[in-house]
């Protein structure tokens, strides 16, 4: 299942650079975790190091959810769920272009070009479901 897409949603996806991808833990407790994530016009991409929770928590409940911040002030929320499965390993996520375009600015600024080599685990989400708040 696919979820229909408004513009304004098909924006923040494409244009927010961080988002909330919350997984469940062994114990069935959910996981947030801060992001980065590109989409393609049809699912979300996240990478990870391979030994990372969320790919585990992914192993064994796909069920997710990513949520964008609001605009400030309680509007313009965005939260997607779909189904996460682990869509490629022992990848390097600098040879995703149009991942890299996205956050290969960022990694230089903070100094982390080089250990992105070891977030080598991709994983894919599907939009099965999308919730917003109205924008102010």
Known sequence: ?????????IDRLNQAHYGWLTTIAK?????????WFYFDGEALFVYSSPTAAKVAHVRRHPQVSLNLDSDGSGGGIVVVGGE???????????????????????ADQFGLTDSMVDYSTRLRISVDKVWTTPTA
């Open 1 to 9: 299942m696919t979820a229909a897409l408004t513009s304004e949603v």
């Open 27 to 35: 114990s069935g407790q959910p996981v947030p975790k801060l992001i």
């Open 84 to 106: 996460a499965t682990v869509d490629a390993e022992g990848v390097d996520c600098r040879e995703d272009g149009p991942y890299w375009a996205k956050y290969g600015p960022a």
